[in-house]
């Protein structure tokens, strides 16, 4: 950590933050500190999951899961938009591409009410070399409790092993007893912890 993060400084990159398992992304803050005098912030302490078994809850909320299509474009847009507002980050001005690639690629499982209104969703990533990362997961508030993101997230990772993925992963917020609780309850299991850091402004310019 203390090699690359001189390194990068002698080039004058300006970095914005880190993101890896705890104890790198620790080191290479205080490293980045010394060499750039930039101020780190910790900014979200995460937990890596793999799945085991995976172990669908009950009773099921009432509704079904079905595969995002074109008539739910606005609804992940919207969707998109609150779930990074609610995790700290900014909104991309086109929401519209991170939707429309989701849907071409069938990417994104919706849990609907009986009704057929969509209560929540859970997406995955590309398989790159047999692993899927499921992210995002999210229920508007009015809508939380009620295991309505259990069912998305199982169906979505349930689709994730028909299709070959040898290994099921995700993140969650340590400071989210809420998610925690529920991944473990539908079969992930912890691997280690991650945090991400965020960079002062201080530092060396770009050259």
């Not at 172990?55 to 074109?70: D, H, I, K, W, Y």
């Not at 199982?154 to 290994?167: D, I, N």
């Amino acid at each position: 950590a203390d090699t690359l993060a001189a390194h990068l400084a002698r080039l004058g990159h300006r970095l914005p933050g880190v993101n890896a398992d705890h104890h790198t992304a620790t080191s290479f803050a205080d490293a980045w500190a010394r060499h750039s005098g930039a101020t780190p912030t910790l900014h979200e302490r995460e937990r890596l999951y793999r799945l085991g078994t995976l172990t669908p809850q009950e009773p099921l909320p009432e509704g079904r899961s079905r595969v995002a299509g074109e008539q739910d474009r606005e609804q992940l847009m919207l969707w998109h938009r609150e779930f990074i507002t609610a995790i700290g980050g900014t909104p991309a001005a086109d929401s519209s591409s991170w939707a429309d690639t989701r849907i071409a690629q069938e990417r994104v499982t919706l849990w609907e009410t009986p009704d057929g209104t969509p209560a929540s969703m859970a997406g995955v990533t590309p398989m790159v070399a047999g692993q899927v990362r499921v992210a995002p997961v999210y229920t508007p508030a009015h809508l939380r409790g009620r295991g309505y993101a259990g069912a998305a997230t199982v169906e979505v990772s349930r689709a994730a092993l028909a299709a070959g993925a040898a290994e099921v992963l995700l993140f969650a917020d340590l400071a989210n007893p809420t998610s925690n609780g529920l991944y473990q309850r539908i079969g992930y299991r912890p691997v280690t912890d991650f945090a991400v850091y965020d960079f002062s402004c201080a530092g060396p310019e770009i050259r």
